[in-house]
């Protein structure tokens, strides 16, 4: 099953029994100037994006725009009914209610009674938020995948969501080497280093 | 991550020679402010008490709130703060000295009778009081009253003791036991300061009352401690200690207090806003009284000020990682806090507008002099952060 030319391999796979050996690699790599790897582990691993340098996730763009949105469409619907109605909608509906569109009574409360709005604007801001926060979560991750090339290791799709640790040197890596990059895996401690077909 | 693991074990402490004039000598400005303050008595003994009290609960509260997150840190079994738990430690170590604050109100509800109402005999005769006399009297107010402040007092002082004996000892078992008590000493924490916060502060008008108040003023109390914590680290900073704090611990610190100002917005606009829908006559008496004159501006200042302003300022990451956005927010937190609780307490001395008069400030200052003071000298008792700890090193690495 190992693929022939260069071109065929998606990159270098690397099986390690411990995070700390992992970690240690993956710090040793990125300090020999890899950028283009990926660690498949059963757990998050704290601190590693910062080994990755990935620098400040987006993602929290996606929750300020959403939570933005979410309380613009709240603000509309809240106070749309109670907006003065246009004189070129007398006819259509019913011209006794004050000019409003709707007007709610409730209790003799104003009609654009704010404290009653409150409610529905955090509401609506929260889940807008949340939602748009999923959404980029699943864009920045380019999700949902149904073809990656690591799933052709069989050892990795079988162990990483179970008890072994992972590192994948990509061969799209402007330093990546398959015999030079193999052995420095090997010496960073990889029980198993493989070719992953693409 | 950085070189700061060489500096743990090391007994880093405050230079106590040094600090002992400045101790002496806050001590000293403070009680003198105070001393001149009491000359407000001969003009205005109403005021003088109501300035008294509104100084108390600020002070009062910065303690409960510090006590709060030493409880938190053994409940929730954290490791972030671990390095940085000591000076809170320091904080809530001062009941102590703010019980004393407590004895000029306890002299009013004995004899005077100006702060509160339901104390006055003509007022005692009447039925709305008889029928909340059996909680509402004065033996037992005093009696849940010492119950406060003695279980306050050991908790804090014995919480902050048996950190320092480990830093002694070095042994692990010392947070295993605090961790234990700490679960139900929490619950009691909160049961406790409920009804506080309805004796000393909800019962100034009698006939009002409102289930989230307590609640209510726990958050501003804690927000505005994890403000005065910050402010205390970023102090320690700047003189060269703490080195081992970086932007890590400041982003942490600086979103709990993004929380608690949320937090803080969620209750009061409960509060407020069930009130509003209410409209039932005894309920609103609290809210018609804030909402003329002066003291409407007040409230709104509330609303921009405690909420919105360090909400916005701290919603992105970049200011929650940098020392000074970070000291300014909490300088304008606690600052907030105590227009929160003036605005509680003094409309019912200045019933007709917002008025600051020199004894309201004399009686901040003097307190906030002695209160400073004594926190220096509970610092530089001990270590600068318990250097024993078990996940000291873990709160030193802290990556989030």
Known sequence: MEPERTEDIYGLGAEFDSIHKLMAAAMELSKLGYTQWEVYSPFPIHGIAHVRRLGKSKVSLFSLVGGLIGLTIALVMVTAISAPRPSFFKEVLSSHLQGLFYPLVVQGKPYLGFQAFVPVLIEMTILFASFSTVIGVLFFNRMPSPYKSVWNWERLSQKAMDDRFFLVVENADPHFSEDKTKLILKQLGAQAVVSIRR | ?400
Request: charged share 15%; with cysteine; hydrophobic share 55%.
């Open chain 2, 1 to 400: 991550m950085n070189d700061a693991s060489y500096f743990i074990h090391q007994r880093t402490m405050l230079p106590k020679e040094k600090l002992k004039g400045v101790i002496r000598l806050l001590g000293i400005a403070g009680s003198i402010v105070l001393l001149i303050s009491l000359l407000g008595l001969l003009v205005n003994k109403s005021e003088f008490f109501h300035a008294w009290l509104f100084s108390f609960l600020f002070y009062f509260g910065l303690c409960t709130g510090s006590l709060f997150w030493v409880i938190l840190h053994y409940v929730t079994n954290a490791g972030w703060d671990t390095l940085l738990r000591r000076q809170v430690e320091n904080v809530a170590a001062l009941f102590p000295l703010v019980v004393l604050f407590a004895l000029p109100i306890f002299f009013d509800i004995f004899s005077t009778h100006y702060l509160y109402e339901w104390t006055r005999p003509e007022i005692q005769k009447l039925k709305e009081y008889l029928e909340k006399a059996s909680y509402l009297n004065v033996p037992f107010f005093s009696l849940r009253a010492v119950l406060y402040f003695c279980f306050f007092s050991i908790v804090s002082w014995y919480f902050r003791k048996q950190s320092c004996i480990q830093d002694g000892d070095g042994n692990p078992l010392h947070s295993l036991k605090l961790k234990r008590i700490a679960y139900p000493l929490a619950i009691l924490f909160g049961f406790l300061f409920t009804f506080f916060a309805i004796d000393w502060a909800m019962s100034l008008e009698f006939r009002w009352s409102s289930t989230v108040w307590a609640f209510y003023l726990f958050t501003g109390a804690a927000g505005a401690s994890l403000s005065l914590w910050i402010l205390i680290l970023l102090g320690l900073r700047k003189f060269g200690y703490l080195l081992q704090m970086n932007a890590e611990h400041y982003h942490l610190l600086g979103k709990l207090l993004f929380a608690f100002t949320a937090l803080w917005a969620y209750l009061a606009f409960s509060q407020y806003m069930l009130i509003w829908y209410g409209n039932i006559p005894e309920e609103t008496d609290f809210f018609i009284k804030r909402n003329y004159d002066g003291w409407f501006y007040v409230s709104l200042l509330l609303v921009v000020g405690r909420f919105a302003l360090p909400f916005l300022f701290l919603l992105p990451q970049a200011t929650k990682k940098n020392e000074r956005f970070l000291a300014m927010v909490a300088s304008w937190v606690l600052f907030m806090q105590a227009v929160e609780l003036y605005w509680i307490v003094m409309p019912m001395e200045f019933e007709r507008n917002l008025e600051v008069g020199w004894i309201e400030i004399s009686i901040v200052v003097g307190m906030g002099l002695v209160f400073l003071s004594g926190y220096l000298r509970n610092a530089s008792r001990v270590c600068l952060y318990p250097i024993h700890d078990p996940r000291l090193q873990e709160s030193i690495e802290v990556y989030n």
